[in-house]
């Protein structure tokens, strides 16, 4: 089972870009991030005369995410149920083939100092308990998305510099680190222990990619069962370096089924 997440940065602008590397990379599921289009609007045609389904939830120029997959989806839902903002335009849960998948794309915060950052502090908390209530950490879980984290100091370029930046601060490093605590294993990280490698690449920074200027803010999270099961992991560069690219890159793992 061969599983990739990807900001795309808007469907619309990415969409040739994103059915040429499912034609060439065939994952059984691809989950979408930042689609920026309402539901109506999403062009969902060229994927699914790929032979993919899809689930998708989005709002006009903001947020968005879907789920593509080659299996049918199940138990498709959007948005927290808790009472707070639902934010269905940054969460996607289904199930597919028995595997249950939670698609994320967590609140960027914009600086530690603005009332979004605790918005994104509080957002980390409330996945918790949605793990809590929902799912069991010894069943196969995969959590996946743009976390708009950095774990680790080994998964920015620079982390002397850019620790207490959004991306990088440390409380959100907890916050996530309280989540991933509940019963998940960094499937990345696990094939791959050190570091240098990373998944966002800012357009401002001339050849960035090039230069290794990057973050590694997308991740692939499963519980043990289906962790132990994972046989490879992989940042694909080549989307990043194309025409026309997103600022995100493809992260992909795969699963012994």
């Known amino acids: 089972m ?4 990807f900001n795309v940065n808007s469907i619309r602008a990415r969409m040739q870009l994103v059915t040429a590397w499912i034609e060439e990379n065939a994952p059984d599921v691809l989950c979408l991030q930042e689609t920026r289009v309402a539901d109506p609007a999403f062009p969902h045609e060229p994927i699914e005369r790929l032979g993919y389904t899809l689930a998708f939830r989005g709002d006009k120029g903001r947020n968005g995410v879907a789920i593509v997959s080659r ?3 199940e138990d498709v839902a959007f948005g927290f149920d ?3 903002s639902a934010d269905e335009d940054r969460l996607a849960v289904a199930t597919v083939g028995g595997v ?14 603005h009332p979004m950052f605790r918005v994104k ?3 980390f908390a409330r996945l918790r308990r949605l793990f809590e209530r929902r799912y069991d ?4 879980l995969l959590w996946v998305g743009d976390f708009n984290v950095a774990p680790e100091p080994i998964d920015v370029h620079n982390p002397k510099r850019l620790d ?3 991306g990088f601060h440390p409380e959100e490093r907890r916050v996530l680190s309280e989540v991933g605590s509940w019963g998940f294993v960094d499937v990345f990280r696990r094939h791959h222990p050190e570091g240098g490698q990373f998944s966002f690449f800012d357009y401002r920074a001339k050849d960035a990619v090039a230069r290794g200027i990057g973050w590694r803010v997308d991740h692939i999270w499963a519980t043990p069962p289906l962790a132990e099961r994972s046989t490879a992991a992989w940042i694909d560069l080549a989307p990043r370096t194309a025409p026309r690219p997103s600022d995100h890159t493809p992260v992909v793992a795969e699963f012994d089924a």
Do not use: F
Not at 2 to 5: H, L, N
């Open 100 to 113: 249950a998948l939670v698609n994320t794309y967590i609140p960027q915060g914009r600086d530690p100092d």
């Open 121 to 123: 502090l509080e957002w």
């Open 137 to 140: 950490p010894s069943q196969p």
């Open 164 to 166: 207490g930046q959004v």
């Open 82 to 84: 808790d009472g707070g």
């Open 2 to 5: 061969k599983v990739a997440t």
């Open 71 to 73: 299996r049918p989806l």
